[in-house]
C-alpha cells in the first residue's frame, strides 16, 4: 500500500493509475503507507493514512484533483 491512487467507473475496472498523492504546494508525499479515503456528506474528501509510530495522518483532499491534499497533514 503506497501504490498510488487507481480510478475505474466499475468496480471491477478497468483501472487506470491518476498517481501518488501530493501536497499542497504539488511535492509528493512522503511516508503515506495505509491510505483509505473518506468520502463525508457534505462532498469534501479525507485521506487518512499510517500505521503505527507517529500515529494516524489526516488531511483534506482536492474533490477535483483527489491526489492533491487541500491541507497539512495532521496527527
Do not use: C, K, N
Not at 467507473?9 to 511516508?31: C, K, M, N
Not at 495505509?34 to 485521506?47: K, N, T, V
Not at 500505521?51 to 474533490?63: N, R, S
Amino acid at each position: 500500500s503506497g501504490a498510488g491512487l487507481w480510478e475505474a467507473a466499475h468496480p471491477l475496472g478497468p483501472w487506470t493509475e491518476i498517481g501518488g498523492f501530493v501536497s499542497p504546494d504539488g511535492r509528493p508525499l512522503e511516508r503515506w503507507l495505509d491510505p483509505m479515503i473518506f468520502p463525508d456528506d457534505d462532498g469534501r474528501l479525507y485521506l487518512y493514512w499510517g500505521l503505527g509510530p507517529p500515529g494516524i495522518f489526516g488531511a483534506e483532499l482536492d474533490p477535483e484533483d483527489p491526489r492533491r491534499l487541500l491541507s497539512a497533514p495532521q496527527v
